[in-house]
Each structure stands twice: as structure tokens, then as C-alpha cells.
């Protein structure tokens, strides 16, 4: 059910999001992964778990934004972070959503 759900709605979200932020994948893949949320590799391919559909949609939105935040900065520096804050200014409330305990997800 959530990769079924991450296949539908996460590609579109990731192109919209990068037409917004000026820079191009090379692919998105959809993974079993389940200790981190997303990636993106050295050429630019982004992967996603399918247990990220678990979180919260502004959860969501922070992941894929990080994650294309890493095809121009390929680590965490403050230019990084300004990348994502371009997006999200919010990020760090978006990012804390990540870690909330499953009850307070469902809440939201």
C-alpha cells in the first residue's frame, strides 16, 4: 500500500518541486529502505522509501526538497541548508515532523 501510494504521488511531486528549485534528477526510485527516507547519489538519481509515505504531507515535501537540495550541494553546509530554507523556510518544524511518534502523525 505505501509503495503503491509513494509510485503514484512521488514523481510528480519531486518534477514539481525541481522545476521550482531549478535543477534536474536523473531518475527517481521507489525503495524498501528503512533506515533513512531518501538519497541522492553522486549522479544525481534520487531514491525514496516507501515508508516515508508514512509521515505527514509537509514531511513528504521536506524530503524530496532535501533531497534535491543535494543536487547542487552534495553535503550539509550552511549553503545547503539555505538551498532548503529557499523552499522551506519552515524546514526544521518539517523536519522534526519526521521524527513525531506514530499518534501525533495521525493527528496532523
Known sequence: MLRARAKRELPARVAAYAAAMGVTPAGVRITSARTRFGSC??????????????????????????????????????????????VFPDYRTRRAMLFMPALEKETM
Do not use: G, T
Request: charged residues 15%.
Open 41 to 86: 547519489n553522486a549522479r544525481n538519481s534520487l531514491c525514496f522509501s516507501c515508508y516515508l509515505m508514512a509521515n505527514a504531507q509537509p514531511a513528504i515535501d521536506y524530503v524530496i526538497v532535501h533531497e534535491l537540495a543535494h543536487i547542487r550541494h552534495k553535503n550539509h553546509s550552511a549553503a545547503f541548508w539555505a538551498e532548503v530554507a529557499k
